[in-house]
């Protein structure tokens, strides 16, 4: 679980600051990030992201899919 938040801030050291980088707060980064080591993966995909949500104030399921793609992605160019 530490690995991944590392990863994450890793990848946001490198992130070039876009719109979807700067709409979110390091408030809501790290509720994300709290919430997603909080909800396993071996939940029901809508049910995880459902409970993720409603761990980040301000951000909807959607926002807190799109964001983890995002992060998903900058930490694979960050890795290549």
């Known amino acids: ?31 994300l990030e709290k919430a997603l080591q909080r909800h396993p993966a071996t939940l029901d995909k809508n049910e995880r992201w459902k409970l993720i949500a409603a761990d980040v104030p301000g951000k909807t399921k959607g926002q807190c899919v799109e964001r983890f793609k995002f992060l998903r992605e900058q930490l694979s160019k960050a890795k290549s």
């Open 1 to 31: 679980a530490a690995q991944v938040q590392e990863e994450v801030k890793a990848a946001e050291n490198g992130v070039e600051k876009k719109e979807d980088a700067a709409e979110w707060s390091a408030e809501q980064q790290q509720a």
